[in-house]
């Protein structure tokens, strides 16, 4: 006689820059599975790839690319999912740099919120006629260049993949159709002020936002900002 399948309750996250409204399921033991494999490996392409997966089990709504989705909506996604497999309330240790005594502080991962900067744009101005557009890095771009070892290179990689479209007057030139080398060149010319400008596009994109607050041994209250997927899970 065959086993019943068990009912998996589902819920909806709404994802901040794709404003797409995903249903999914919690994770499950293999998913579980699936997860601590990759910690284990401690290889970060494979623990990128494995959250990549779950999340494309867990989600019920049809025809969602994982693949192409920003970095931020796949940190949203994981936690929003974690929430609701595991338990919302995570523990995390912080070794305070004032006293140096770890502390240990409680994260309600329902009430993890997306901050947006009213100063961010996508676009690029470089004079009145030229410019270009901006997009997000996506989980896929981080995994490929992950291995990348100077920390310029590796801007320079991102930054390579997230230019979208030049345009010069009326015409324009989609990125993914430009060599790598034609983009280095475009990127090389460009004066300092216009690449502080794509710094700035970085700066200010929407990112994950957590206060943690405690008081210390020394009296003083203290505040541990959350902003990335590795803050929330690895805090050490």
Excluded: W
Aim: aromatic share 8%.
């Amino acid at each position: 006689m065959a086993l019943p399948k068990i009912e998996h309750p589902t819920f909806d996250v709404s994802l901040p820059l794709t404003k797409q409204t995903v249903r999914c399921r919690p994770f499950l033991v293999k998913e579980e599975k699936i997860l601590l494999t990759a910690l284990q490996s401690e290889d970060n392409a494979e623990i990128i790839n494995s959250i990549k997966q779950v999340i494309n089990n867990c989600i019920v709504t049809e025809g969602i690319d994982v693949e192409s989705l920003p970095t931020l909506d796949i940190e949203l996604l994981f936690i929003r999912i974690r929430a609701r497999s595991v338990n919302n309330v995570i523990k995390l240790a912080y070794r305070d740099n004032e006293d140096n005594k770890r502390y240990e502080v409680e994260v309600n991962l329902d009430d993890v919120i997306v901050l947006f900067d009213d100063t961010h744009t996508n676009k690029i101005k470089i004079n009145d006629t030229t410019g270009f557009t901006m997009k997000y890095p996506t989980a896929d771009i981080n995994a490929k260049i992950s291995a990348t070892d100077s920390e310029a290179d590796l801007f320079f990689d991102i930054l390579k993949n997230c230019i979208e479209k030049i345009y010069v007057g009326e015409d324009e030139y989609s990125a993914v159709d430009s060599t790598q080398e034609e983009l280095n060149e475009f990127l090389e010319s460009l004066e300092v002020k216009t690449f502080t400008m794509i710094q700035e596009f970085f700066a200010t994109s929407p990112k994950l936002h957590y206060e943690v607050k405690y008081t210390n041994s020394s009296g003083n209250e203290r505040v541990i900002v959350l902003s990335t997927l590795n803050d929330f899970f690895t805090l050490g």
